[in-house]
């Protein structure tokens, strides 16, 4: 979606160190941002949640090289299509840089405009650079797209195809991770997306990513926040994603999505971005259930074991009526503090959560009414019992409860 940023910037200012300790604790290591014109307030402001960024350019903003480490953000280069030259590439990669990006959404006519072939034939120029830095190289850049590139009788709109012909004219080649990007709007469709590129066994950089994929008079803050919200909170938890970043700081192609104001002043989104808790976040602790029990399945594909199996790709799914339930046992009685639920697009929008010492006497905790799907996160709990169970009563949609995965948290 970004064309190559290779102008001039302003010089990052040092952050104060007595604060920087308190933030690496709280900082995430996945989460980064796609921009390439920070003023020196911008950074000190982002670096509060966030530990990388790229500009579509080997080389940071001018002015940046010898400051961005001492806000502990560090900047990954990338090569954003074209032929590269491994000695020129290799010079101008900044020290300390551990990563590569590959070409920028190649498969779009309009971006990088690069065959499967043309790319696998390009590729080792990257390898080459790589070898000499000491890098990992993160495979081309990904996405739908309507204005696509085509070859042998193939145009490449779908993304997977296009990484396939990538991988079959490049068999040899040193790739040690893929990156896609996504703007649809709603947290399930993340979800279908990154599992589809699970097939590759590579650990996952969703490049860019915000709402965008939808009329854009409906694109509201609240929708954005949302939406952000809930595919934060995923990707932290989703363990084949290595690194994503948001798209962009400060952008005038989607309504909502700006990370920054005036220099160093963070939107009402930015504050959200850097303040929304790292994998495990605020959580006193995961707790594993024993089994999973539920009124029904959808079919021998989707029963309750498949809500606590660690895969977002997988899913409970109940009947289609309502109630609908799904039990967890947890050998022995815990202390609740938390829950998290991954509903699909077919979720609940009316339920309880409850506990139970005897799996027969109910005891709810947390209710639900008119929900809206995606990440339902029920925090400040206190209750106890053996038996936890998200009691559905009515549906939002005619199919039944789909939920991808529970998690749950306490003592």
Request: charged residues 15%.
């Amino acid at each position: 979606m970004h064309s190559t940023l290779r102008a001039a910037f302003s010089a990052i200012l040092l952050v104060v160190l007595a604060w920087q300790p308190a933030e690496a604790q709280t900082r995430s290591t996945k989460r980064g941002l796609g921009y390439g014109y920070h003023s020196a307030e911008d950074m000190k402001a982002l670096s509060k949640g966030m530990s990388w960024w790229y500009n579509w350019s080997p080389t940071p903003e001018a002015g940046a090289a010898s400051v961005y480490t001492s806000v502990g953000v560090s900047f990954v280069p990338m090569v954003w299509g074209g032929t590269p030259n491994a000695d020129q590439l290799a010079a101008a990669i900044p020290a300390g840089a551990q990563y590569l990006l590959g070409f920028n959404e190649p498969n779009f006519i309009y971006q990088s405009n690069m065959t499967p072939s043309q790319a696998a034939a390009r590729w080792p120029v990257l390898e080459e650079v790589a070898r000499r830095r000491n890098l990992k190289l993160v495979a081309p850049a990904v996405n739908y797209c309507g204005d696509c590139v085509s070859e042998g009788g193939v145009t490449y709109s779908d993304p997977v195809t296009y990484l396939d012909a990538f991988f079959a004219a490049c068999t040899n080649c040193k790739v040690d991770y893929i990156a896609v990007h996504w703007y649809a709007c709603d947290l399930s469709a993340l979800q279908w997306y990154i599992g589809r590129f699970k097939k590759y066994n590579k650990p996952i950089w969703l490049t860019e990513f915000a709402c965008g994929d939808m009329p854009h008079d409906q694109i509201t803050l609240a929708v954005q926040k949302k939406y952000m919200t809930d595919a934060v909170t995923y990707l932290e938890n989703e363990p084949a994603v290595f690194r994503y970043a948001w798209f962009s700081g400060r952008n005038n192609e989607i309504p909502n999505i700006n990370l920054l104001g005036a220099s160093g002043q963070l939107t009402e989104l930015g504050q959200l971005y850097v303040s929304l808790p790292a994998a495990g976040g605020t959580q006193t602790g995961r707790l594993t259930p024993v089994l999973a029990m539920s009124s029904s399945a959808e079919n021998s594909g989707t029963g309750p074991e498949k809500a606590i199996d660690g895969s977002m790709s997988t899913r409970w799914s109940s009947a289609f009526s309502d109630p609908q339930y799904l039990l967890l046992d947890f050998g022995a009685s815990k202390k609740f503090t938390s829950v998290r639920i991954h509903w699909e697009a077919a979720y609940g929008k009316d339920y309880q959560l409850q506990v139970s010492n005897d799996a027969s006497t109910w005891t709810p905790i947390s209710t639900v009414v008119g929900g809206d799907g995606g990440l339902d996160e029920l925090t400040g709990l206190s209750a106890t019992g053996r038996f936890l169970r998200i009691h559905g009563t009515k549906r939002n949609t005619g199919y039944g409860y789909s939920i991808y995965e529970v998690e749950v948290f306490g003592n």
